[in-house]
């Protein structure tokens, strides 16, 4: 008994290292499959956020609404709600900057991991083939995720500029979203750059939601065969509501109306 | 048995690992369609050598896709066009006459080049070898089914275990990674009773040590198109999961 406690932690004979100490993330982020699945939770992240942002963004749909006294649209009333949540708990902004950070942080580590992986596999193959590859399987999204990932990171420091920090938009008014999307996406090529990035975002979770499953081990006969349709309905989802802004804007669907509202936004006349 | 009339061989020619390859082509008037792949290098080798040029090296053992040992992309495909099968099975039927085919060996960073379609699969030993074993005392062969294991449990550890270590998984994936092969063989002691012991020692040293030569998995899924043994890619799954759940365990067996 006594001989197999003293052998150390199973048996042994697989240990090359035992001391080896490092703090458990960096350990476990400095392999490949670590690198994976801080990819896929981060990558889940970035779903949650993109399907709740849009969904939140439908509420543009909905026009002007009535608060008691106050007429607003109501995606500038939720911007507010936002900045508001768990307010009598926590200070007003704290829990969005919460998420922010987390976010902010999800999107730099996927990054970081894509970018880490995107090398090792270049040295893994420092070779090419000399003759045309015939793929069977990998598709246009599998083999475009750094691509699409590019345009995406891109897109994103644009809307941050444009849409939050309003750097992008000459006529941004703070805290008035309903007003700064219109102006923005008045605007053709940016209603096509909006286009175009989201059908990139769409090709990018259409492989990524599919691959997650597998980067996190969850495998099982009882699933498997819904990973596709998942991954094709939320790639669908994404795409189609947020495709459907800059047209709705173009179209004139959303149009920023000042007489329709009486309350919240400073600088603007009617306000 | 039909006869293949005027097959064009586009094959790579490499005098060694240092050395600049370069394709080589050469006219087949005619061969039988019952042959298998590597009789037609086998015929045209004898060619050469009457020509006294040079034979093709190409590697090849039990000729009956159980070894794993030949190796060869053919048509851009690892092991060639047929599905589930060594190139040593793959048949002249699955072309056609007048036929032009490329003829590659894999290309891995970690799988050099030993002469024209040759390559040196080392890496695959350093992983098998701190992890893909049991410990158990030799002495005589222990009566058969003395350890009752669940069929379905021992029929996926079969599948993985069916893994012949081809390299055709790391031949075919485009970031030259090799998750099947190591997945595979985590799998089939991971999931029976006797690879519990080492478990989660056999999941991180053997992802580690696939690390230190490899690329990393994308999900393409092109390994499992490839694989002559047609291991499936939930394989990799089950590494997945047993690899994190080792860095935890491991770390608190060392805490004790
Ligand atoms: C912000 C929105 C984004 C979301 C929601 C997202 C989501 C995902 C998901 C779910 C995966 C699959 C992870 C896995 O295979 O386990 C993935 C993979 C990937 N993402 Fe993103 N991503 C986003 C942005 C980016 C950006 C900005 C880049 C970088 C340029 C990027 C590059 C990649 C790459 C290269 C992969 C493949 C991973 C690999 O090959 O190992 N993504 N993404
Ligand atoms: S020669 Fe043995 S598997 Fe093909």
Redesign the interface.
């Known amino acids: 008994m006594a001989e197999t406690l003293n052998r ?4 042994g ?4 290292s ?1 001391a080896k ?1 490092k703090p ?1 993330f960096v ?2 982020y400095s ?7 801080v990819m896929a939770l981060t990558g889940m992240i970035g779903i949650g956020f993109v399907v709740v942002h849009m969904i939140g963004n439908l509420k543009m749909y909905l026009g002007v609404v009535n608060e008691g006294e106050l007429r607003v649209y109501d995606i500038d009333w939720y911007g507010e709600f936002l900045r508001e949540l768990l307010v009598p708990i926590m200070p007003r902004t704290y829990v969005l900057w919460g998420l922010r950070l987390l976010l902010i942080a999800a999107v730099l580590m996927h990054i970081h991991a894509a970018y880490s ?1 995107t090398f ?2 270049r ?16 598709n246009f999204a ?2 475009t ?1 750094r691509w699409t990932g590019i345009i995406v990171a891109l897109f994103i420091v644009w809307h941050l500029a444009d849409l939050t920090w309003g750097w992008a938009n000459p006529d941004f008014i703070r805290g008035a979203p309903y007003h700064n999307i219109d102006t923005s996406l008045s605007r053709v090529p940016v209603a096509i750059l909006y286009i175009v990035a989201n059908i990139a975002l769409g090709i990018h979770l259409f ?1 990524g939601t ?2 997650l ?7 099982s006969p009882r699933f ?1 065969s819904w990973r596709r349709g998942l991954a094709t309905a939320i790639a669908t989802i994404i795409v189609v509501g947020n495709v459907s802004f800059p047209i709705a804007v173009l179209a004139g669907v959303i149009e920023f109306d000042p007489d329709a509202i009486n309350c919240c936004i400073e600088g603007e006349e009617g306000g | 048995m039909t006869i293949l009339t005027n097959i064009t061989i586009k094959i790579w020619r490499q005098e060694g690992p240092d050395t600049e390859g370069r394709f080589e082509t050469h006219q087949i008037p005619e061969i039988s369609d019952e042959a298998s792949f590597l009789e037609l290098l086998d015929i045209l080798n004898e060619r050469l050598i009457e020509e006294g040029k040079e034979a093709i090296v190409f590697d090849h053992d039990c000729r009956e896709g159980i070894c794993g040992t030949c190796s060869m992309m053919i048509d851009g495909q690892a092991h060639g066009p047929q599905k589930g099968t060594a190139t040593c099975q793959l048949h002249m039927r699955t072309f056609s006459s007048g036929d032009e085919i490329v003829v590659e060996p894999w290309r891995a960073t970690a799988f050099p080049i030993i002469k024209d379609l040759m390559v040196d699969r080392a890496p695959f030993d350093r992983i098998m070898e701190v992890g893909g074993f049991i410990t158990a005392p030799t002495g005589g062969a222990p009566d058969a089914n003395i350890i009752p294991i669940p069929k379905p449990v021992i029929d996926a550890s079969m599948d993985a275990a069916s893994c012949i270590g081809c390299g055709a998984c790391v031949a075919a994936c485009p970031n030259g990674a090799a998750n099947l092969f190591t997945a595979a063989k985590i799998t089939h002691l991971n999931l029976l009773p006797q690879g519990q012991a080492e478990r989660y020692k056999r999941a991180e040293a053997m992802v580690e040590k696939m690390d230190e030569y490899f690329g990393s998995c994308t999900n393409h899924g092109e390994c499992e198109a490839a694989c002559p043994k047609e291991i499936s890619i939930d394989t990799i799954a089950t590494m997945n999961v047993d690899y994190w759940k080792s860095k935890f365990k491991n770390r608190q067996h060392l805490d004790r």
Request: aromatic fraction near 16%; charge should be positive.
């Open positions: 150390g932690p199973v048996s004979t697989a240990v090359t035992p100490r458990f350990d476990f392999t490949a499959v670590g690198k994976k699945y992986l090792l596999n040295k893994a193959r420092s070779v090419k083939y000399q003759s045309a590859r015939d793929y069977q399987v990998a599998s083999r995720m492989h599919w691959s499953f597998q980067s996190m081990g969850w495998s498997d």
